[in-house]
């Protein structure tokens, strides 16, 4: 690895912890649960975070997706179809994501993070400006995409990690 990788390395690290913090300890129901009608449970937020993440590593690393390769997708039993992430979900569709644990969202998570570390430790700077996407202006590097994927999932686990503190009012 080297300076980019290592550090790239740690933010998805930040992530797997804050993901912990958010979800560890909780039961179904408090997973479950979302502030009111419109809004996400911590369950579909990190089970939507880790998809993210899931998909864009394994289309710029081209491989299958862990939610398949690993039998994910038929633990979790969703009634969704294998290759849907949760981006644009409605509500009703966010409601649908119930009767997760913690320690099935973790072990999902986990895998992919651990599947993350073992991609990025083969990457160079010189792969981080390989373009993985012309459908944007300017195309899509490799370094912008992972940038990418750790924005979206910090964002969402911050959303669940104050949804948790909501539970405990």
């Given at each position: 690895?080297?300076?980019?990788?290592?550090?790239?390395?740690?933010?998805?690290?930040?992530?797997?912890?804050?993901?912990?913090?958010?979800?560890?300890?909780?039961?179904?129901?408090?997973?479950?649960?979302?502030?009111?009608?419109?809004?996400?449970?911590?369950?579909?937020l990190v089970w939507h975070?880790?998809?993210?993440?899931?998909?864009?590593?394994?289309?710029?690393?081209?491989?299958?997706?862990?939610?398949?390769?690993?039998?994910?997708?038929?633990?979790f039993g969703l009634p969704?179809?294998?290759?849907?992430?949760?981006?644009?979900?409605?509500?009703?569709?966010?409601?649908?994501?119930?009767?997760?644990?913690?320690?099935?969202?973790?072990?999902?998570?986990?895998?992919?993070?651990?599947?993350?570390?073992?991609?990025?430790?083969?990457?160079?700077?010189?792969?981080?400006?390989?373009?993985?996407?012309?459908?944007?202006?300017?195309?899509?590097?490799?370094?912008?995409?992972?940038?990418?994927?750790?924005?979206?999932?910090?964002?969402?686990?911050?959303?669940?990690?104050?949804?948790?503190?909501?539970?405990?009012?």
């Amino acid at each position: 690895m080297n300076a980019s990788t290592d550090l790239l390395v740690d933010a998805f690290g930040r992530i797997r912890e804050s993901v912990e913090d958010a979800v560890t300890g909780l039961d179904p129901d408090e997973l479950g649960t979302r502030p009111d009608d419109g809004a996400n449970s911590i369950g579909w937020l990190v089970w939507h975070l880790t998809r993210i993440q899931d998909d864009h590593l394994a289309g710029v690393a081209g491989t299958e997706q862990i939610w398949t390769s690993d039998g994910w997708y038929d633990r979790f039993g969703l009634p969704f179809s294998p290759d849907d992430t949760g981006y644009g979900h409605s509500a009703k569709e966010v409601a649908a994501v119930r009767d997760l644990t913690d320690e099935l969202l973790m072990g999902y998570h986990g895998a992919v993070h651990d599947n993350t570390v073992q991609y990025l430790a083969g990457v160079d700077d010189k792969d981080m400006k390989r373009v993985v996407d012309r459908a944007w202006t300017p195309p899509v590097t490799l370094g912008v995409r992972l940038v990418s994927v750790i924005a979206d999932d910090l964002q969402h686990a911050g959303q669940a990690a104050y949804v948790r503190g909501l539970l405990g009012r």
